[in-house]
């Protein structure tokens, strides 16, 4: 019972018998302590699954988010022609064990679920203050006044990041590391060091868990768009907040192990 509203025993009892089908089906013995363990967790899944889209139905119910008939048949004949047509849609059918209202609702509450995380992730901010930077690793504190002694006499920090720095991934391009927004480096000392200096100029030696650096900013926007994989991970990030909420705010009832 999810606040209220039952889920089915022989709904789950389905769901787990398709997912035990499949599992056998890929060669897992389901009778040795692994495989009792895996069918284990497996039903933990499903019915955790199944717990979470009754929240997302009671959500967008609550919110006024609807698919309109238009919108999913539209989808259902879109999906039947991408996947080749309908004689290998019914052939799909026959050998998922599924019902054509089987994959219908399924399809529905995909289209639903993705309009409710469209609405829960709209205030995902889509820019953000940014730096660009570049920077040269070395191994010893010593090693790194060396550069800085290097760079104040004017030598080219591309070429000496390219000679000397540890990091391969950035040493090719001269130590660049692109615009980025604060939170996205894996050392939050270069990071701070980047956001901290003004456009053109070299920061001291900066120590991180990698070794010691030394940190050149050339450019800084207010508001630059964000990265495609940060932006999407952040929208994953605030849904996945919100589903939580969901659940703690939620009576739910467990009637199966």
């Known amino acids: ?14 769901e787990t018998a398709r997912f035990e089908a499949a599992m056998a089906g890929q060669g897992f013995d389901l009778e040795s302590e692994d495989g009792k363990a895996m069918l284990a967790q497996m039903r933990r899944q499903v019915l955790d699954s199944m717990i979470e889209r009754v929240l997302i139905e009671q959500a967008a119910a609550q919110e006024g988010v609807t698919i309109s008939e238009q919108e999913l048949e539209a989808a259902i004949r879109d999906t039947i022609g991408e996947g080749g047509g309908q004689a290998t849609f019914e052939e799909w059918l026959r050998t998922s064990g599924l019902t054509y209202e089987d994959f219908r609702e399924e399809l529905r509450f995909q289209l639903l679920a993705q309009a409710v ?13 940014q730096v660009h930077a570049r920077h040269i690793l070395v191994g010893a504190e010593e090693e790194a006044r060396a550069v800085l002694t290097r760079l104040q006499a004017g030598e080219d920090f591309a070429s000496l990041a390219s000679e000397l720095s540890q990091d391969q991934n950035t040493k090719e391009a001269g130590g660049d ?58 929208r994953e990030e605030a849904f996945a907040r919100w589903m939580q909420e969901q659940r703690d705010r939620a009576t739910i009832e467990r009637f199966v192990d």
């Open 1 to 14: 019972m999810v606040n209220g509203q039952p889920i089915l025993l022989a709904d789950y009892q389905e």
């Open 117 to 129: 995380f469209e609405w829960i992730t709209a205030s995902v901010p889509t820019t953000g203050e």
């Open 177 to 234: 590391l692109g615009f980025f927004p604060r939170g996205q480096l894996i050392s939050p000392e270069v990071e701070e060091a980047a956001f901290a200096l003004p456009p053109g100029q070299i920061s001291d030696v900066v120590r991180s868990q990698f070794g010691y650096h030394v940190v050149q900013v050339l450019e800084k926007a207010p508001d630059r768009p964000l990265p495609t994989e940060l932006l999407n991970a952040m």
